[in-house]
């Protein structure tokens, strides 16, 4: 599975942007697979943003985004996307969409693919 993040790049404080993040893949993503947006702001470590089971649609947050941020699904289009509301300026980072094909979970290392990121620069 080949991953295509997009949507990232400069907004103000307050704003909004929508990520998207495409799965391409001559097979098919499997219900049990969790799909994940995960993010590193610079001179940090990698943090987990939200996920969904590629299934039944459930979703996870991060306490840092809930409320303003929303994570779906188009199965049709193999495609997840990451609704980011009320953006501030500690939401700067390079977000990154993973696959983990074992279930959830909220540790980067648990996902096995990776897409390339996008970064999100939230001004004050």
């Known amino acids: 599975v080949q991953l295509q993040a997009s949507g990232g790049g400069l907004v103000q404080a307050g704003g909004s942007l929508r990520l998207s993040c495409l799965a391409s893949?001559?097979?098919?993503?499997?219900?049990?697979?969790?799909m994940g947006w995960l993010r590193q702001a610079p001179g940090k470590e990698r943090e987990f943003v939200a996920a969904?089971?590629?299934?039944?649609?459930?979703?996870y947050y991060a306490d840092s985004v809930k409320g303003r941020f929303s994570i779906s699904r188009d199965t049709a289009k193999n495609t997840v996307y990451l609704q980011m509301n009320s953006l501030k300026p500690e939401d700067t980072a390079v977000y990154y969409c993973?696959?983990?094909?074992?279930?959830?979970?909220?540790?980067?290392?648990?996902?096995?693919?990776w897409g390339q990121g996008t970064l999100v620069t939230v001004s004050s």
């Open positions: 993973a696959i983990n094909r074992h279930g959830l979970s909220f540790s980067g290392d648990d996902y096995d693919e």
């Open positions: 893949t001559s097979g098919r993503i499997f219900s049990s697979w969790t």
């Open positions: 969904i089971r590629w299934g039944v649609g459930n979703t």
